[in-house]
């Protein structure tokens, strides 16, 4: 989800995501509340942090509370490395609406938090 809010506040970023543990596909929650915002990231194939630890970046950002914890150590150049942590939508148990209210306050925390990052580091720069 925030690689998607990143990639509708300035397309022309290049904004990269990867799992410590990504599933075989895209969470259909998270594509579901992520097109009530009117982001499709339904075409997205979760990808491996692994694939990336090798790369140089501006910023790497964990954003699960788990990732902090076990992100590797990535050896390509990193000007700065965040945590900007939200819990796992996906860990949400109950009814499938209580399910579908916790993707949609995840959701919403990582459009604010992201949006404060993007305006404070990238948009001013």
Not at 19 to 44: C, H, L, Y
Not at 48 to 74: G, L, M, Q, R, W
Not at 88 to 100: K, T, V
Request: aromatic share 10%; glycine share 8%; net charge negative.
């Amino acid at each position: 989800m925030a690689e998607g809010f990143l990639k509708t506040f300035d397309p022309s970023m290049e904004v990269y995501s990867g799992g410590t543990f990504p599933e075989a596909r895209i969470n259909p929650r998270a594509v579901q509340v992520m097109q009530e915002k009117g982001i499709d990231i339904s075409g997205g194939k979760p990808s491996s942090v692994d694939e990336f630890i090798h790369e140089a970046f501006d910023y790497v950002i964990t954003v699960c509370d788990n990732a902090k914890e076990t992100c590797p150590i990535f050896t390509g150049k990193v000007g700065e490395l965040l945590h900007i942590g939200f819990e796992d939508p996906a860990e949400a148990q109950g009814s499938e609406e209580e399910i579908l209210t916790k993707f949609r306050e995840i959701r919403d925390l990582i459009e604010q938090d992201f949006l404060i990052f993007y305006t404070k580091n990238i948009k001013e720069s």
